[in-house]
């Protein structure tokens, strides 16, 4: 049973467009949503989280929204570079963020010049 | 930021051999660090728990003897592919979380990429 469903598996869009990435989650013990992206050959990186007293939560150009009573969030890319080409992970976890981490099944962004 | 060093990056074994991969917190101490598996674009598959001084908790279907976990220190995780065989071949993951913290100071070594021949 997966329990954090993202989509779309691949997305491409031109430099400077707004790629959307959505999560939704089953279990409402969730109270921590990291997304992570992660380039080829690498581990992981923390791009942003959210915890769901808020809605909207922006950092640079990446934004996630959250909404508690769909169970979704999604991730945002304001002005997309071609740098930005990554996989990228959304997850979940219980107890404040303390307990393992579950990871959607990924991403995969292609940012063309 | 905090660093957690992965090694080695790659490694090419024979089947029946053992392999040692390590995972180090550089400038922050581990009690808990995070094992994982990657195949090709697929997503992270968390094979076990591990905790400084206690045996690591292993997921449902992950063979203990056959990967064993060693956390012997708080900046120190091993995991160990005992009689590798090729289906073994992957990319492991680890991850090291800032004692006392909750996942947000959650961070990932490079990977280990293992080709068993």
């Known amino acids: 049973q997966q329990q954090v469903k993202q989509s779309p598996q691949s997305l491409i869009v031109q430099k400077g467009g707004i790629p959307i990435i959505n999560c939704a989650y089953e279990?409402?013990?969730?109270?921590?949503f990291p997304w992570y992206q992660q380039f080829p050959g690498k581990g992981p990186a923390l791009l942003i989280a959210?915890?769901?007293?808020?809605s909207e939560k922006k950092e640079g150009r990446f934004t996630i929204s959250f909404n508690k009573s769909a169970k979704q969030f999604s991730l945002h890319i304001m002005d997309s570079q071609p740098g930005d080409s990554a996989t990228y992970f959304c997850?979940?976890?219980?107890?404040?963020?303390?307990?393992?981490?579950?990871f959607g099944k990924g991403t995969k962004l292609t940012v063309n010049p | 930021g905090a660093v957690v060093s992965q090694h080695p990056s790659w490694v090419i074994c024979k089947s029946g051999t053992s392999v040692k991969i390590e995972c180090r917190s550089l400038?922050?101490?581990?009690?808990?660090m995070f094992w994982y598996r990657q195949f090709p674009k697929q997503s992270l598959m968390l094979m076990a728990t591990?905790?400084?001084?206690?045996?690591?908790?292993?997921e449902q279907g992950v063979e203990k003897d056959k990967f064993l976990i060693n956390h012997a220190s708080l900046t120190l995780s091993t995991l160990t592919v005992t009689s590798a065989h090729p289906e073994d071949s992957s990319f492991y993951i680890c991850?090291?979380?800032?004692?006392?913290?909750?996942?947000?100071?959650?961070?990932f070594g490079s990977g280990t990429q293992l080709s068993v021949l």
């Open positions: 991850s090291a979380r800032v004692t006392g913290a909750t996942n947000e100071k959650l961070f």
């Open positions: 279990n409402t013990a969730f109270d921590y």
């Open positions: 959210i915890r769901p007293d808020v």
């Open positions: 997850a979940a976890s219980r107890q404040g963020g303390s307990e393992k981490l579950v």
């Open positions: 400038d922050f101490q581990a009690t808990t």
């Open positions: 591990s905790n400084e001084g206690s045996k690591a908790t292993y």
